[in-house]
């Protein structure tokens, strides 16, 4: 069983204003995402658009960065938020961006596609395709070959069955390449976790190895990820 639409925005709404700590995690691999940004950009100032805010630790660096930073969500007052910091952020979903043609140079969704259905995720990647000019980036990761019914719950008032953060979808390397598969040039997709090495001890810094070590051999037990960098063709 699968949670529906409308639930999920229930989940994601309590955690964007609620306990916005949540999100606290996902600094290392936005943080690589930065990074990646960073390193392809062909402007000095690129349009970036991450989909699904969180607690707008990502649209807020990209600001800080001096990139035009903007944000979808389907939150109102998580997007009410982040417009208030000067972020140009609208409601909305993926599968039906509100913003021009050929906007944005690159595009993110982090942990995003994996909480879409089949057919609302191609619409999804479409949209994306859509919104990226020519020779732009799309960047996102998902969750590496999860095994989904560990994370089912039951709802102790209704009885429902569903996963406890609203995933549809497990990936491993080959599913990530078909998602793209005549639409975007992939250039890179990869095993990986996003640790952290800077300002650890020796023995943290041994785990943060040990972790991304076994992440890379796709161990369930690191809770690997799988990072994808593809271009709009040119």
Request: overall charge positive.
């Amino acid at each position: 069983m699968t949670i529906s639409s409308n639930h999920q925005e229930k989940v994601w709404r309590h955690f964007q204003n609620i306990s916005p700590e949540t999100f606290e995690g996902a600094m290392p691999r936005l943080d690589y995402i930065i990074k990646e940004i960073s390193k392809r950009k062909h402007t000095p100032i690129p349009h970036v658009l991450n989909i699904g805010a969180g607690d707008g630790y990502l649209e807020e660096t990209s600001k800080r960065h001096g990139w035009y930073s903007y944000s979808l969500d389907p939150d109102v007052d998580t997007v009410k938020k982040l417009n208030e910091k000067g972020i140009k952020g609208r409601i909305g979903y993926i599968e039906q961006i509100p913003f021009d043609d050929e906007s944005f140079d690159f595009v993110v969704a982090s942990e995003v596609l994996e909480h879409l259905k089949e057919g609302t995720r191609r619409k999804a990647i479409v949209e994306v395709l859509r919104v990226i000019v020519r020779g732009g980036w799309f960047l996102g990761t998902v969750p590496y070959c999860e095994n989904l019914l560990l994370n089912q719950v039951v709802c102790p008032k209704c009885g429902e069955v569903f996963h406890r953060w609203g995933h549809e979808k497990s990936f491993d390397i080959e599913a990530i390449h078909k998602e793209f598969a005549n639409l975007f040039e992939v250039v890179k997709v990869k095993r990986t976790a996003f640790v952290v090495f800077e300002g650890r001890s020796a023995a943290g810094k041994i785990k943060s190895f040990i972790r991304l070590s076994l992440a890379k051999l796709g161990s369930p037990i690191a809770m690997p990820n799988i990072y994808f960098a593809v271009r709009k063709p040119l």
